[in-house]
């Protein structure tokens, strides 16, 4: 995954109201920009939004995820807002993307968001892939939610009702709004790519609206069953699961430039070489076998995108540490069940140092406490502590090391 950063950000919506918004972004230019529309009465910071956000952006996909107008932190008032005015605040943001950073090429709803972006697809010309995750496919279906007060919208205009343990003034113009707006027609002729994201047991909307909105569609579309998934995604392995069909299914569509070359390296060699992730940000490559990353903590300048150099000489040491241990018991015949190595680096002066020849200035210190488990009497843990420091990495720390410097030709 590669790094990302998260800004708030704002912009009027189709009422006019400013609308809260939150942009993901990887580190590096974007792939493409999308635009994320959450669930009904739900915000931009519901789990499932703000993870899939997360994933995509690490992605390379820019993700800007937003507050329909009168919910969460955006201004307005639910009330006076309909399945019409959310299309336009989709529209709204679209146009933000397209006018503050790129036009979006993915469209994604989730629940009656999902039916929003279908109905906004046609007026936003940029997008080239729709993704729908738990989406009716009738604007009407959320009408259930709030059946108990139908009579009394229909006879006071106006009803207060409880949806997710939360407090709603749904107005008549809103039911009346849903009535009227049918998808068929939208979706048949969306002219973009589709993905249908859909749970079996979705206990909030059917499968049977997946069906509906995929027979509609025509080619390209595709449907990727959500097996037991709820229809919040409310566990975190089912939304970075959408988040990574969502980015490969994606780049079919809006394309993907070449990917860089694979960092090399020979056997017997570590490569390490700046990756354009950040400012200190390295990719490592170990006998051409295995790709780690390396960077600095954002208090000192980095992203946090992988360890630090230090942080690799105390893996270093412990693995050594605890590859050792484990040799030694077995050749000893000795009943080590499990060793742990928990080591801290740091530079003290030199005159508090008991063991060090030197007085002056500073010298690195690290604290390493082995943990080890198994039915070993005393005598032979005070030998596996003696054999601890026999492992060749702390050897090699505290022998005469020499390295050998030249730039390439």
Not at 189 to 216: C, M, S, W, Y
Not at 244 to 263: F, Q
Not at 347 to 356: L, M, R, S, T, Y
Not at 366 to 394: K, N, W
Request: net charge negative; glycine share 8%; proline share 4%.
């Amino acid at each position: 995954m590669d790094a990302t950063t998260s800004e708030k950000i704002s912009f009027p919506g189709a009422q006019g109201h400013i609308l809260a918004a939150r942009l993901e972004s990887p580190v590096e230019d974007p792939k493409a920009y999308a635009l994320f529309a959450h669930c009904f009465t739900c915000s931009k910071d519901i789990f499932a939004a703000s993870r899939i956000a997360g994933e995509l952006a690490g992605h390379g996909i820019a993700v800007l995820r937003f507050d329909f107008t009168g919910l969460g932190s955006s201004e307005g008032e639910f009330a006076n807002t309909n399945f019409s005015s959310n299309v336009g605040d989709l529209v709204a943001a679209a146009n933000y993307l397209r006018d503050n950073f790129q036009a979006p090429k993915i469209l994604i709803g989730h629940s009656l968001g999902g039916a929003a972006v279908l109905a906004a697809a046609k007026s936003i010309p940029s997008a080239l892939a729709i993704a729908t995750i738990g989406a009716p496919s009738d604007p009407g279906h959320v009408a259930h939610l709030f059946a108990d007060a139908k009579d009394e919208i229909e006879s006071q205009g106006e009803a207060e009702v409880t949806l997710g343990g939360r407090q709603f003034k749904i107005q008549k113009q809103f039911v009346d709004d849903i009535s009227e707006n049918s998808l068929d027609d939208a979706i048949g002729g969306l002219k973009k790519a589709l993905l249908v994201f859909h749970g079996p047991r979705d206990q909030t909307v059917g499968i049977e609206n997946a069906g509906h909105i995929f027979q509609a569609a025509k080619h390209p579309k595709s449907f990727v069953s959500l097996d037991d998934a709820d229809h919040l995604l409310s566990r975190r392995q089912d939304s970075r699961y959408v988040a990574a069909v969502l980015a490969a299914w994606t780049m079919r569509y809006i394309g993907e430039e070449e990917a860089p070359e694979k960092l090399k390296s020979a056997a017997g060699e570590v490569v390490v070489a700046e990756n354009g992730l950040g400012k200190f940000s390295q990719a490592v490559s170990v006998n051409n076998n295995h790709l780690l990353y390396a960077d600095e903590p954002e208090s000192y300048g980095g992203n946090d995108s992988g360890p630090t150099p230090y942080d690799f000489l105390l893996a270093g040491l412990g693995a050594c540490t605890s590859m050792t241990l484990r040799m030694y018991a077995q050749r000893k015949g000795i009943p080590l069940e499990h060793v742990s190595v928990t080591m801290k680096h740091d530079k003290i002066h030199a005159v508090d140092c008991a063991e060090c020849e030197g007085t002056s200035g500073k010298v690195d210190r690290i604290d390493r406490e082995i943990e080890i488990s198994g039915d070993i009497d005393d005598e032979t843990r005070s030998r596996l502590l003696e054999i601890a420091d026999m492992c060749p990495v702390h050897k090699t720390l505290h022998s005469e090391v020499q390295v050998v410097s030249r730039l390439k030709e």
